[in-house]
């Protein structure tokens, strides 16, 4: 049972960089079988997908959040990481990673496991 431990604060300051950690455990979580995902939900809105990383460190971005995401993995300690650069309000939403075995499924919000989601604040 593969499980996620999201870690990051939840209020970042306008213009600053959102960084936010996943740590992952369990099952074959270091394997290439999954791709590991980050996504958001802003109020009032669905899921949008980030982008995702395969463990061997191959990177696949929104392209419409490409040109200020960042997403990097640390074998060594089983965790894979999500950074958001010059954000504004319109960034805050609850940010969750999450894994699935297909890319595809990933994109369209199908996922097998959760992290349990961080709420990030953007004051104005």
């Known amino acids: 049972q593969v499980q996620l431990q999201q870690s990051g604060p939840g209020l970042v300051k306008p213009s600053q960089t959102l960084s936010l950690t996943c740590t992952v455990s369990g099952g074959s979580a270091t394997t290439n079988y999954y791709y590991w995902s980050w996504l958001r939900q802003r109020p009032g809105e669905g899921l949008e997908w980030m982008g995702a990383?395969?463990?061997?460190?191959?990177?696949y971005y929104n392209p419409s959040l490409e040109s200020r995401t960042s997403i990097s993995r640390d074998t060594s300690k089983n965790q894979f990481t999500l950074q958001l650069s010059s954000v504004t309000p319109e960034d805050a939403a609850v940010y969750f990673c999450?894994?699935?075995?297909?890319?595809?499924?990933?994109?369209?919000?199908?996922?097998?496991?959760w992290g349990q989601g961080t709420q990030v604040t953007v004051p104005s």
């Open positions: 999450a894994s699935s075995t297909d890319l595809d499924r990933a994109v369209r919000g199908k996922y097998d496991y």
């Open positions: 990383i395969t463990w061997s460190g191959t990177i």
